[in-house]
């Protein structure tokens, strides 16, 4: 099965984030320790499916990374809303996992490189055809502590 092509929100100009959902973008991204790893730089989605599949993190400047390499996708189903302030929750990383997670370059994203982002999250890609479908990507999961 082919990968689908991923767009940036922004380049689309007929979609945007569903009425019930808030849109993160500009919001604080936070790991398992609680610190502040970066900010919602952009939502990268799936047009065909209509579904949002990685948050594109731009990484906080105290971590000294290369301006080039300072971005990391997230997928999706790997973060969650804080219930009250506008924050993003990341279990599986921290102030230091982040900095051995893959950077984002602003390219084709590649199977490769969406496994490579599993594995840095402890999760391991299945073979399954429809790779999407794994919790990884789970909007629901996302969304779900957010009272709307």
Do not use: C
């Not at 594109?56 to 300072?70: A, K, P, Q």
């Amino acid at each position: 099965m082919e990968t689908p092509v991923l767009r940036r929100l922004r380049d689309l100009t007929d979609f945007e984030v569903a009425d019930d959902n808030p849109d993160v973008r500009g919001w604080t991204v936070r790991g398992n320790d609680g610190q502040a790893l970066g900010t919602v730089f952009e939502l990268i989605v799936d047009p065909d499916a209509m579904k949002v599949r990685y948050i594109d993190v731009e990484l906080d400047s105290r971590f000294h990374i290369n301006e080039h390499e300072n971005h990391i996708l997230l997928p999706i189903g790997a973060a969650s809303l804080d219930e009250e302030g506008d924050n993003v929750f990341v279990p599986a990383l921290n102030a230091e996992s982040v900095l051995n997670y893959p950077p984002y370059i602003e390219i084709q994203i590649t199977r490769e490189y969406e496994e490579a982002m599993l594995r840095a999250l402890g999760k391991e890609p299945t073979a399954n055809p429809r790779f999407y479908e794994q919790e990884s990507f789970d909007t629901d999961s996302f969304y779900s502590r957010r009272a709307s």
